[in-house]
């Protein structure tokens, strides 16, 4: 392991180029160091073999966070790399550039719940961004839950979260300094529209979970694991998780008193489960890693469970009387009756194709599944059908990505569907009829971008927010019952001193080498920037796990553009998910 004390004169700076008026920033500049100053790290004789081919992995060390002489490396390496910035001319004015390019208001999509809208703001550099309510989307803001007064350093984090119907109950998971791992509380939300902590609701070993109310709103689902080893919940430990499970907690009792209703089949086996918006049923997705043909797909009626006594539960305005799931819970006690099995359905998945709960009206489930559609369709399931089949509402698209179905309410008060598209890596948002795929209109956007959706499966007012690289965020109203009629402006974000209709994206495709494909390459610049080798560049690309590497707003592109004169290019590679499970063939 070498030394920290590397000498400073083997981080040599370079005469920076001269400045010109079109980069207003800091002068650009070069920094060399020397190959012999990187710290050492010793090596081991790990290896695996894999299709008969010996793969060496030298470093496998490294992947204890404990490993002795882990903690030496990672200090060697902070040293040399502030030493060397260090020498940098341009870093203080680039470090102001960057934090002021950060400190704009991010605005989260809201959502309504008992009558109040629901939604999530950042300030600017604020570490969490805070929850608040409003009686009507001009009315007074009040603070649901601000995570920031969890903890002195900001790093309790305020992650999934859901709020029952009538909107007098919040379910929120808090992770702190980025574990996965998370620690459910449950809040009553006031007339006023702000939080009060009920302080027996407390539910641990949290994690990978969704937490899906039922519809009377006294209780909901959530999946655990048993306590890690040595109780660890920090993230720092590796040790295998053992295997998931779904829970069912009703508000206003302990955890001690949940109910556990399945287990997955192995330990890197998850579950997704989700309570209809109706009530009716739940839906369960048991999905295997290790084999696609052994993911389950699942329903239960919670309609056709007893119910537990009607009550105010957590001090909740509201009565409420959730399903009584005891009878069915696998964790008993020693000397309580033998659980009886819980009333699951199986429902088809044809091989294991991805199904994906898009929404449920009575007996009738719709799904987004890439059964043969590898760019994903919108199928329906009768559950009282016999034999169980689906039938198709909309059809794979020819060419563009099916991201996302949005249950609402369409034109004639029936329920529609709210698609989003992926075409060219850019969102395309289009409204269907629920109960024949028939188009009613398509959301018209600002430009080129991404936009993200927030949608009631009972209600035809929409939310989306769209972005771009030169956009920052801006949240609209669009109604679904009068698709023709243009999205009205809530909320946008602004960058401080930096005027962004200065800047441009501009999209091209490249051949791949084999030739069998175009690469869609999106480029940022300043306008007029000539593209000739003379400036400054940062390529960027990603293509794997079928991730798609989108349009997203990025400061520091701005920033590099603003003051260097740089140009940003974002390449989206074969092996992403901007076009399918083809796309990575």
């Given at each position: 392991l070498?030394?920290?004390?590397?000498?400073?004169?083997?981080?040599?700076?370079?005469?920076?180029?001269?400045?010109?008026?079109?980069?207003?920033?800091?002068?650009?500049?070069?920094?060399?160091?020397?190959?012999?100053?990187?710290?050492?790290?010793?090596t081991?004789?790990?290896?695996?073999?894999?299709?008969?081919?010996?793969?060496?992995?030298?470093?496998?060390?490294?992947?204890?966070?404990?490993?002795?002489?882990?903690?030496?490396?990672?200090?060697?390496?902070?040293?040399?790399?502030?030493?060397?910035?260090?020498?940098?001319e341009?870093?203080?004015?680039?470090?102001a550039?960057?934090?002021?390019?950060?400190?704009?208001?991010?605005w989260?999509?809201?959502?309504?719940?008992?009558?109040?809208?629901?939604?999530?703001?950042?300030?600017?550099?604020?570490?969490?961004?805070?929850?608040?309510?409003?009686?009507?989307?001009?009315?007074?803001?009040?603070?649901?839950?601000?995570?920031?007064?969890?903890?002195?350093?900001?790093t309790?984090?305020?992650?999934?979260?859901?709020?029952?119907?009538?909107?007098?109950?919040l379910?929120?998971?808090?992770?702190?300094?980025?574990?996965?791992?998370?620690?459910?509380?449950v809040?009553?939300?006031?007339?006023?529209?702000?939080?009060?902590?009920?302080?027996?609701?407390?539910?641990?070993?949290v994690?990978?979970?969704?937490?899906?109310?039922?519809?009377?709103?006294?209780?909901?689902?959530?999946?655990?694991?048993a306590?890690?080893?040595?109780?660890?919940?920090?993230?720092?430990?590796?040790?295998?998780?053992?295997?998931?499970?779904?829970?069912?907690?009703?508000?206003g009792?302990a955890?001690?008193?949940?109910v556990h209703?399945?287990?997955?089949?192995?330990?890197?086996?998850?579950?997704?489960?989700?309570?209809?918006?109706?009530?009716?049923h739940?839906?369960?997705?048991?999905?295997?890693?290790?084999?696609?043909?052994?993911?389950?797909?699942l329903?239960?009626?919670l309609?056709?469970?007893?119910?537990?006594a009607?009550?105010?539960?957590?001090g909740?305005?509201?009565?409420?009387a959730?399903?009584?799931?005891?009878?069915?819970?696998?964790?008993?006690?020693?000397?309580?009756?033998?659980?009886?099995p819980?009333?699951?359905?199986?429902?088809?998945?044809?091989?294991?194709y991805?199904?994906?709960?898009?929404?449920?009206?009575?007996?009738?489930?719709?799904?987004?599944?890439?059964?043969?559609a590898p760019?994903?369709?919108?199928?329906?399931?009768?559950?009282?059908?016999?034999?169980?089949?689906?039938?198709?509402?909309?059809?794979?698209?020819?060419?563009d990505?099916?991201?996302?179905?949005?249950?609402?309410?369409?034109?004639?008060?029936?329920p529609?569907?709210l698609?989003?598209?992926?075409?060219?890596v850019?969102?395309?948002?289009?409204?269907?009829?629920?109960?024949?795929?028939?188009?009613?209109?398509?959301?018209?956007?600002?430009?080129?971008?991404?936009?993200?959706?927030?949608?009631?499966?009972?209600?035809?007012?929409?939310?989306?927010?769209?972005?771009?690289?030169?956009?920052?965020?801006?949240?609209?109203?669009?109604?679904?019952?009068?698709?023709?009629?243009?999205?009205?402006?809530?909320?946008?974000?602004?960058?401080?001193g930096?005027?962004?209709?200065?800047?441009?994206?501009?999209?091209v495709?490249?051949?791949s080498?084999?030739?069998?494909?175009?690469?869609?390459?999106?480029?940022?610049?300043?306008?007029?920037t000539?593209?000739?080798g003379?400036?400054?560049?940062?390529?960027?690309?990603?293509?794997?796990?079928?991730?798609?590497?989108?349009?997203?707003?990025?400061?520091?592109?701005?920033?590099?553009?603003?003051?260097?004169g740089?140009?940003?290019?974002?390449?989206?590679?074969r092996?992403?998910g901007?076009?399918?499970e083809r796309?990575?063939?």
């Amino acid at each position: 392991l070498a030394s920290a004390a590397t000498p400073a004169s083997s981080v040599t700076p370079s005469a920076p180029p001269p400045t010109s008026a079109d980069r207003p920033g800091a002068p650009l500049g070069a920094l060399t160091v020397k190959p012999g100053t990187y710290p050492r790290a010793r090596t081991v004789a790990a290896k695996d073999v894999l299709a008969g081919q010996s793969i060496p992995d030298p470093y496998r060390w490294m992947e204890d966070p404990a490993a002795p002489g882990l903690a030496a490396f990672i200090a060697a390496q902070n040293n040399l790399t502030d030493r060397l910035l260090a020498t940098c001319e341009s870093r203080p004015a680039l470090e102001a550039s960057l934090k002021n390019a950060y400190d704009y208001e991010k605005w989260g999509l809201p959502f309504m719940a008992g009558g109040r809208y629901f939604y999530r703001r950042n300030a600017g550099l604020k570490n969490q961004p805070i929850l608040y309510s409003r009686p009507t989307l001009d009315g007074p803001p009040a603070v649901v839950l601000d995570p920031n007064t969890l903890r002195a350093d900001g790093t309790v984090a305020l992650q999934e979260f859901s709020i029952n119907r009538d909107g007098t109950l919040l379910a929120a998971a808090f992770s702190t300094g980025g574990s996965d791992w998370r620690t459910v509380r449950v809040y009553r939300i006031n007339p006023d529209g702000t939080g009060t902590l009920l302080p027996g609701d407390k539910l641990e070993h949290v994690k990978f979970t969704e937490l899906s109310w039922t519809r009377d709103g006294g209780a909901f689902f959530y999946s655990r694991y048993a306590p890690p080893a040595g109780g660890d919940t920090s993230g720092a430990a590796n040790a295998a998780d053992s295997v998931q499970q779904l829970w069912y907690h009703v508000v206003g009792t302990a955890q001690a008193a949940d109910v556990h209703v399945f287990s997955a089949d192995g330990p890197t086996d998850f579950i997704t489960a989700t309570a209809t918006g109706d009530g009716q049923h739940l839906v369960l997705q048991a999905s295997s890693t290790s084999s696609a043909a052994a993911s389950r797909l699942l329903v239960a009626d919670l309609a056709a469970l007893p119910k537990l006594a009607v009550a105010k539960r957590g001090g909740s305005r509201t009565t409420s009387a959730p399903p009584d799931l005891r009878p069915f819970n696998l964790a008993a006690g020693k000397g309580a009756p033998t659980p009886k099995p819980m009333p699951w359905a199986s429902l088809p998945m044809h091989g294991g194709y991805e199904f994906q709960y898009v929404a449920g009206y009575g007996d009738e489930v719709y799904f987004l599944t890439t059964w043969n559609a590898p760019r994903y369709r919108v199928v329906r399931l009768n559950l009282k059908a016999s034999p169980l089949e689906y039938a198709d509402v909309v059809p794979e698209h020819p060419r563009d990505l099916l991201q996302a179905a949005s249950p609402t309410v369409g034109p004639d008060g029936q329920p529609a569907l709210l698609l989003t598209y992926l075409h060219d890596v850019k969102t395309a948002l289009r409204l269907v009829d629920a109960r024949d795929g028939a188009s009613l209109g398509e959301v018209p956007l600002p430009g080129p971008g991404t936009a993200s959706v927030s949608t009631d499966r009972s209600r035809s007012e929409v939310f989306f927010k769209f972005m771009a690289f030169t956009n920052p965020g801006a949240v609209y109203r669009w109604n679904a019952a009068a698709p023709s009629a243009p999205p009205t402006l809530w909320k946008a974000a602004a960058v401080k001193g930096i005027n962004l209709a200065d800047y441009e994206t501009t999209q091209v495709f490249l051949p791949s080498k084999d030739g069998r494909a175009n690469v869609p390459l999106f480029i940022t610049a300043r306008k007029g920037t000539p593209r000739d080798g003379s400036n400054p560049a940062v390529l960027y690309g990603y293509g794997g796990f079928n991730i798609v590497n989108g349009i997203e707003f990025e400061p520091d592109v701005l920033v590099a553009a603003h003051g260097y004169g740089a140009v940003y290019a974002s390449c989206s590679m074969r092996g992403g998910g901007e076009y399918g499970e083809r796309w990575h063939a």
